[in-house]
């Protein structure tokens, strides 16, 4: 996925937030997008499960002015 607009999202929201304790929504637990202690999926409800720590929660699509705003974010 490199390079992509979800890439650059995801790792400014890592380099905000240091690390992600879950991501709720994820695409897989087993090669998740999202590099999070813990993840949910439609497999197991994300939505009904427990959540607590830094949650990744993703930002609405297109990532067009969110990538913009991440490439300016100072590193």
């Known amino acids: 996925m490199s ?3 979800l890439d650059v999202a995801i790792a400014g ?3 905000c937030m240091d690390e992600i304790d879950l991501d709720p929504c994820s695409n897989s637990v087993e090669i998740p997008n ?3 202690a813990r993840h ?3 497999g197991n409800n994300g ?3 427990p959540r607590e720590g ?3 929660i993703n930002p609405p ?3 067009t002015g969110l990538t913009q ?7």
């Open 40 to 42: 949910y999926t439609i």
């Open 61 to 63: 699509f297109p990532f």
């Open 47 to 49: 939505l009904v499960q």
């Open 3 to 5: 390079g992509t607009g």
């Open 13 to 15: 929201m890592v380099a």
């Open 34 to 36: 999202v590099p999070a």
């Open 69 to 75: 705003a991440f490439h300016s974010y100072p590193t």
């Open 54 to 56: 830094r949650i990744f």
